[in-house]
Antibody, heavy 123, light 112 residues
Framework: QVQLQESGPGLVKPSQTLSLTCSVSGGSISSGDFYWSWIRQSPRTGLEWIGYIHNTGNSHYSPSLQSRLTISILTSSNFFSLRLASVTAADTAIYYC???????????????WGPGILVTVSS | QPVLTQPPSVTGAPGQRVVITCTGTSSNIGAGHAVHWYRQLPGTAPKLLISGNNNRPSGVPDRFSVSKSGASASLAITGLQAEDEADYYCQSFDSSLSVNYVFGTGTKVTVL
């Protein structure tokens, strides 16, 4: 079955750019009508949807993060990625990649998640 | 950033029924968007427990059920078991500002 795995640095300095990759295995990232998502969790903000991207490249970002955020997808290599610029300590969190249920915006859940990666923003 | 409100904790004895509430607004649950529930064990990712109107993934017992009224939703656990001890989160779509998904604040279920 399809599995997701996050990778990237666990420590990022303030003001730098956080970059993570989500590798998709067991299926093609181009199959189906799914949106490939990033979600983060911290004691301060709880679970927070960051944004997502379709295999066509169509993307949507959280209004609170969109000025610093870029999500991209590389279908030939079966992964998608996250770049969050100008990070602060408030961006310290466990970052999860996830896939939507592929129904519609109004009805979508997140039935598939990666194990998560802890990213700490500190000098 | 809109958020769904849940009680921080709920406690029950084995065999009892507990209910977790999830309160939203007219731009998410109140707008008729689906509500989904997740269970999270320590050190692991949230796992989808029930989606929409009582759609349970394979392996989730029917002791778990959901309901929705107005801008609120509820998750009920009947016949509480020790293995139900976990954090539970609700999730919905919010249409106040473009595409946006919102999660609940989370509820810790403790089994006495």
């Amino acid at each position: 079955q399809v599995q997701l795995q996050e990778s990237g640095p666990g420590l990022v300095k303030p003001s730098q750019t956080l970059s993570l990759t989500c590798s998709v295995s067991g299926g093609s990232i181009s199959s189906g009508d799914f949106y490939w998502s990033w979600i983060r969790q911290s004691p301060r903000t709880g679970l927070e949807w960051i944004g997502y991207i379709h295999n066509t490249g169509n993307s949507h970002y959280s209004p609170s993060l969109q000025s610093r955020l870029t999500i991209s997808i590389l279908t030939s290599s079966n992964f998608f990625s996250l770049r969050l610029a100008s990070v602060t300590a408030a961006d310290t969190a466990i970052y999860y990649c996830a896939r939507t249920s592929g129904i519609s915006w109004s009805l979508d859940s997140f039935p598939l998640w990666g194990p998560g990666i802890l990213v700490t923003v500190s000098s | 950033q809109p958020v769904l409100t849940q009680p921080p904790s709920v406690t029950g004895a084995p065999g009892q029924r507990v209910v977790i509430t999830c309160t939203g607004t007219s731009s998410n649950i109140g707008a008729g968007h689906a509500v989904h529930w997740y269970r999270q064990l320590p050190g692991t990712a949230p796992k989808l427990l029930i989606s929409g109107n009582n759609n349970r993934p394979s392996g989730v017992p029917d002791r778990f059920s959901v309901s929705k009224s107005g801008a609120s939703a509820s998750l009920a656990i009947t016949g509480l078991q020790a293995e139900d001890e976990a954090d539970y989160y609700c999730q919905s779509f919010d249409s106040s500002l473009s595409v946006n998904y919102v999660f609940g604040t989370g509820t810790k279920v403790t089994v006495l």
